[in-house]
Protein backbone atom coordinates (compact mmCIF):
# COMPACT_ATOMS: atom_id res chain seq x y z
CA UNK A 1 0.00 0.00 0.00
CA UNK A 2 1.68 3.04 -1.06
CA UNK A 3 -0.39 5.20 1.15
CA UNK A 4 -2.16 7.24 -1.65
CA UNK A 5 -6.08 6.91 -2.37
CA UNK A 6 -7.40 7.41 -5.68
CA UNK A 7 -11.31 7.38 -6.09
CA UNK A 8 -13.08 6.12 -8.02
CA UNK A 9 -11.48 3.15 -8.70
CA UNK A 10 -13.24 2.70 -12.12
CA UNK A 11 -15.63 4.59 -13.74
CA UNK A 12 -17.85 4.73 -16.93
CA UNK A 13 -19.98 7.66 -18.59
CA UNK A 14 -20.72 9.35 -22.26
CA UNK A 15 -18.90 11.27 -24.34
CA UNK A 16 -19.68 15.12 -23.84
CA UNK A 17 -20.05 14.76 -20.10
CA UNK A 18 -17.36 15.78 -17.05
CA UNK A 19 -15.93 13.74 -14.21
CA UNK A 20 -13.87 14.38 -11.32
CA UNK A 21 -11.29 11.92 -10.28
CA UNK A 22 -10.12 12.53 -6.54
CA UNK A 23 -6.84 12.00 -5.17
CA UNK A 24 -5.76 12.02 -1.63
CA UNK A 25 -1.91 12.05 -1.36
CA UNK A 26 0.39 10.18 1.28
CA UNK A 27 0.56 12.27 4.66
CA UNK A 28 3.11 14.72 5.07
CA UNK A 29 3.54 14.66 1.03
CA UNK A 30 3.09 18.20 -0.24
CA UNK A 31 3.42 17.03 -4.49
CA UNK A 32 0.92 15.99 -6.02
CA UNK A 33 1.40 14.56 -9.90
CA UNK A 34 -1.36 13.46 -12.41
CA UNK A 35 -0.35 11.04 -15.25
CA UNK A 36 -2.51 9.36 -17.78
CA UNK A 37 -1.48 6.26 -19.39
CA UNK A 38 -3.41 4.43 -22.38
CA UNK A 39 -3.64 0.97 -23.44
CA UNK A 40 0.03 -0.15 -24.21
CA UNK A 41 1.23 3.72 -23.46
CA UNK A 42 3.61 5.12 -21.40
CA UNK A 43 3.18 7.43 -18.44
CA UNK A 44 1.75 10.78 -19.85
CA UNK A 45 2.85 13.68 -17.19
CA UNK A 46 -0.52 16.14 -17.40
CA UNK A 47 0.24 18.43 -14.21
CA UNK A 48 1.80 18.51 -10.79
CA UNK A 49 1.10 20.72 -7.91
CA UNK A 50 3.23 21.94 -4.89
CA UNK A 51 1.82 22.81 -1.74
CA UNK A 52 -1.23 24.30 -3.14
CA UNK A 53 0.01 25.85 -6.57
CA UNK A 54 0.71 24.56 -9.57
CA UNK A 55 4.18 23.62 -10.25
CA UNK A 56 4.87 21.76 -13.76
CA UNK A 57 2.45 21.34 -16.84
CA UNK A 58 2.92 19.00 -18.96
CA UNK A 59 0.60 17.35 -22.07
CA UNK A 60 -2.98 18.45 -20.43
CA UNK A 61 -5.74 19.21 -22.55
CA UNK A 62 -7.66 22.54 -21.96
CA UNK A 63 -10.70 20.12 -21.15
CA UNK A 64 -8.61 19.15 -18.27
CA UNK A 65 -8.05 20.91 -15.35
CA UNK A 66 -6.84 20.42 -11.83
CA UNK A 67 -6.54 21.69 -8.48
CA UNK A 68 -4.79 20.93 -5.04
CA UNK A 69 -7.13 21.99 -2.28
CA UNK A 70 -5.94 23.48 1.65
CA UNK A 71 -6.11 19.56 2.59
CA UNK A 72 -3.61 18.86 -0.09
CA UNK A 73 -5.77 16.27 -1.74
CA UNK A 74 -5.86 16.62 -5.41
CA UNK A 75 -8.95 16.70 -7.94
CA UNK A 76 -8.91 16.29 -11.75
CA UNK A 77 -11.77 17.47 -13.84
CA UNK A 78 -12.23 16.18 -17.47
CA UNK A 79 -14.91 17.55 -19.46
CA UNK A 80 -16.44 16.88 -22.71
CA UNK A 81 -15.04 14.06 -22.79
CA UNK A 82 -14.63 11.64 -26.06
CA UNK A 83 -13.65 8.17 -26.73
CA UNK A 84 -9.64 8.55 -26.54
CA UNK A 85 -9.96 9.95 -23.10
CA UNK A 86 -10.53 6.61 -22.01
CA UNK A 87 -7.23 5.58 -20.29
CA UNK A 88 -6.08 4.99 -16.07
CA UNK A 89 -5.42 8.18 -14.35
CA UNK A 90 -2.33 8.08 -11.98
CA UNK A 91 -2.19 10.16 -9.21
CA UNK A 92 1.29 10.24 -7.70
CA UNK A 93 2.77 12.32 -4.68
CA UNK A 94 6.00 12.66 -3.25
CA UNK A 95 7.56 14.44 -0.39
CA UNK A 96 9.31 17.23 -2.92
CA UNK A 97 9.83 20.51 -0.75
CA UNK A 98 11.43 22.27 -3.82
CA UNK A 99 14.88 21.57 -2.90
CA UNK A 100 16.75 18.37 -3.91
CA UNK A 101 14.79 15.69 -2.91
CA UNK A 102 14.63 11.76 -3.36
CA UNK A 103 12.11 12.78 -5.55
CA UNK A 104 10.75 9.04 -5.60
CA UNK A 105 7.25 9.07 -6.55
CA UNK A 106 4.49 7.17 -4.54
CA UNK A 107 1.30 5.97 -6.82
CA UNK A 108 -2.02 5.08 -6.36
CA UNK A 109 -4.08 2.08 -8.16
CA UNK A 110 -5.08 4.90 -10.61
CA UNK A 111 -8.72 5.46 -11.94
CA UNK A 112 -9.77 3.77 -14.84
CA UNK A 113 -12.12 5.98 -16.99
CA UNK A 114 -14.07 4.57 -19.77
CA UNK A 115 -15.90 7.02 -22.27
CA UNK A 116 -18.60 5.42 -24.00
CA UNK B 1 11.56 17.71 -26.96
CA UNK B 2 12.34 15.64 -23.91
CA UNK B 3 12.29 12.18 -25.06
CA UNK B 4 12.78 8.84 -22.97
CA UNK B 5 13.70 5.48 -25.18
CA UNK B 6 13.26 2.32 -23.65
CA UNK B 7 13.19 -0.98 -25.47
CA UNK B 8 9.39 -1.18 -26.79
CA UNK B 9 9.93 -5.29 -27.51
CA UNK B 10 9.18 -7.38 -24.72
CA UNK B 11 12.41 -9.78 -23.24
CA UNK B 12 12.20 -13.10 -22.74
CA UNK B 13 14.79 -14.26 -20.74
CA UNK B 14 15.46 -17.78 -18.26
CA UNK B 15 14.96 -18.16 -15.16
CA UNK B 16 18.43 -17.45 -13.63
CA UNK B 17 19.89 -15.23 -15.67
CA UNK B 18 20.36 -11.80 -15.83
CA UNK B 19 17.72 -9.05 -17.38
CA UNK B 20 19.61 -6.40 -18.71
CA UNK B 21 17.38 -3.24 -19.76
CA UNK B 22 18.16 -0.18 -21.50
CA UNK B 23 17.06 3.66 -20.81
CA UNK B 24 18.33 6.05 -23.96
CA UNK B 25 17.80 9.72 -23.23
CA UNK B 26 17.66 13.17 -25.44
CA UNK B 27 17.19 17.15 -24.80
CA UNK B 28 17.18 16.33 -21.08
CA UNK B 29 19.88 16.93 -18.12
CA UNK B 30 18.40 15.32 -15.44
CA UNK B 31 19.13 15.56 -11.81
CA UNK B 32 18.24 11.89 -11.33
CA UNK B 33 16.78 8.93 -13.06
CA UNK B 34 14.66 6.19 -11.09
CA UNK B 35 13.64 2.82 -12.49
CA UNK B 36 9.85 1.71 -11.70
CA UNK B 37 7.98 -1.75 -11.98
CA UNK B 38 4.57 -1.60 -13.04
CA UNK B 39 2.18 -4.88 -12.89
CA UNK B 40 -0.72 -4.59 -14.94
CA UNK B 41 -3.83 -2.20 -13.98
CA UNK B 42 -1.35 -1.33 -10.51
CA UNK B 43 0.26 1.85 -10.45
CA UNK B 44 4.09 2.10 -10.61
CA UNK B 45 6.20 1.25 -7.67
CA UNK B 46 9.54 2.43 -7.02
CA UNK B 47 12.92 0.29 -7.06
CA UNK B 48 16.20 2.33 -7.11
CA UNK B 49 16.83 6.43 -8.03
CA UNK B 50 20.01 6.58 -9.05
CA UNK B 51 21.85 10.77 -9.16
CA UNK B 52 23.09 12.64 -12.07
CA UNK B 53 27.04 12.59 -10.15
CA UNK B 54 26.47 8.83 -9.47
CA UNK B 55 27.99 5.84 -11.83
CA UNK B 56 26.29 2.85 -9.91
CA UNK B 57 23.99 1.71 -7.44
CA UNK B 58 22.69 -1.36 -6.06
CA UNK B 59 19.88 -2.82 -4.33
CA UNK B 60 19.77 -6.60 -3.46
CA UNK B 61 19.36 -8.17 -6.93
CA UNK B 62 19.02 -4.88 -8.66
CA UNK B 63 21.76 -2.83 -10.20
CA UNK B 64 21.23 0.48 -12.17
CA UNK B 65 23.93 2.09 -13.98
CA UNK B 66 23.95 5.94 -15.29
CA UNK B 67 26.35 7.69 -17.85
CA UNK B 68 25.46 11.26 -18.58
CA UNK B 69 27.60 11.38 -21.47
CA UNK B 70 26.39 8.74 -23.04
CA UNK B 71 22.85 9.84 -22.18
CA UNK B 72 22.16 6.10 -21.13
CA UNK B 73 21.00 4.28 -17.88
CA UNK B 74 21.19 0.35 -17.95
CA UNK B 75 19.14 -1.43 -15.50
CA UNK B 76 19.86 -5.32 -14.45
CA UNK B 77 18.10 -7.79 -12.20
CA UNK B 78 20.87 -10.76 -11.27
CA UNK B 79 19.45 -14.46 -10.60
CA UNK B 80 15.99 -13.17 -12.22
CA UNK B 81 13.04 -15.29 -11.36
CA UNK B 82 9.20 -15.26 -12.40
CA UNK B 83 7.97 -12.86 -10.27
CA UNK B 84 10.33 -10.20 -11.40
CA UNK B 85 7.75 -10.69 -14.93
CA UNK B 86 6.30 -7.04 -14.90
CA UNK B 87 7.24 -3.36 -17.02
CA UNK B 88 9.84 -1.77 -16.20
CA UNK B 89 9.63 1.94 -16.68
CA UNK B 90 12.41 4.55 -16.53
CA UNK B 91 11.85 7.87 -15.21
CA UNK B 92 13.98 11.00 -15.17
CA UNK B 93 13.85 13.92 -13.07
CA UNK B 94 15.43 17.75 -12.33
CA UNK B 95 15.86 18.94 -8.95
CA UNK B 96 12.83 18.89 -6.32
CA UNK B 97 11.29 16.21 -8.54
CA UNK B 98 9.76 18.83 -10.62
CA UNK B 99 8.07 17.28 -13.93
CA UNK B 100 9.15 13.94 -13.63
CA UNK B 101 8.81 12.19 -16.81
CA UNK B 102 8.39 8.21 -17.54
CA UNK B 103 9.88 6.16 -20.34
CA UNK B 104 6.99 3.79 -22.24
CA UNK B 105 8.27 1.08 -20.26
CA UNK B 106 9.96 -2.62 -21.26
CA UNK B 107 8.20 -5.42 -20.55
CA UNK B 108 9.83 -7.89 -18.83
CA UNK B 109 9.20 -12.40 -19.08
CA UNK B 110 11.20 -14.34 -16.95
CA UNK B 111 10.66 -18.39 -17.85
CA UNK B 112 10.82 -21.04 -15.13
Known amino acids: DSGVTQTPKHLITATGQRVTLRCSPR?????VYWYQQSLDQGLQFLIQYYNGEERAKGNILERFSAQQFPDLHSELNLSSLELGDSALYFCASSASSGRASNGELFFGEGSRLTVL | SQKIEQNSEALNIQEGKTATLTCNYTNYSPAYLQWYRQDPGRGPVFLLL?????KEKRKERLKVTFDTTLKQSLFHITASQPADSATYLC???????????FGAGTRLFVKA
Open chain 2, 50 to 54: IRENE
Open chain 2, 91 to 101: ALGSTGGFKTI
Open chain 1, 27 to 31: SGDLS
